[in-house]
Nanobody
Framework: VQLQASGGGLVQAGGSLRLSCAAS????????MGWFRQAPGKEREFVAA????????TYADSVKGRFTISRNRARNTVYLQMNSLKAEDTAVYYC????????????????WGQGTQVTVSS
């Protein structure tokens, strides 16, 4: 299974980016999916998650009101719209199946892939 995140780049503070995550090798249409990020020297952290049907979304407090997660089950793709970006949003962003019980990756998931780099200049 591969999860390919894309859409990252260099943007000025206050700008926007839209990340995409396409899955191949298997479908994740029946799983909660999430975005996670890892800044240099820091642990990977939860950003957002979306339920199987898309009706429930959760966000880290640090991105609430600025980021929006969505999904297209038919295309096996998950998106993250990021607005009002801040320097502290700079990180490598990854998508992954997410836990239904908290802001964590799905238990045992390890195929993180390379992620996509987001750099916000202040």
């Amino acid at each position: 299974v591969q999860l390919q995140a894309s859409g990252g780049g260099l943007v000025q503070a206050g700008g926007s980016l839209r990340l995409s995550c396409a899955a191949s090798g298997r479908t994740f249409s029946s799983q909660t999916m999430g975005w996670f990020r890892q800044a240099p020297g820091k642990e990977r952290e939860f950003v957002a998650a979306i339920s199987t049907g898309g009706g429930t979304t959760t966000y880290a407090d640090s991105v609430k009101g600025r980021f929006t997660i969505s999904r297209n089950r038919a295309r096996n793709t998950v998106y993250l719209q990021m607005n009002s970006l801040k320097a502290e949003d700079t990180a490598v962003y990854y998508c992954a199946p997410a836990s239904d019980y908290g802001p964590y990756p799905y238990a045992g998931f390890s195929s993180w892939g390379q992620g996509t780099q987001v750099t916000v200049s202040s």
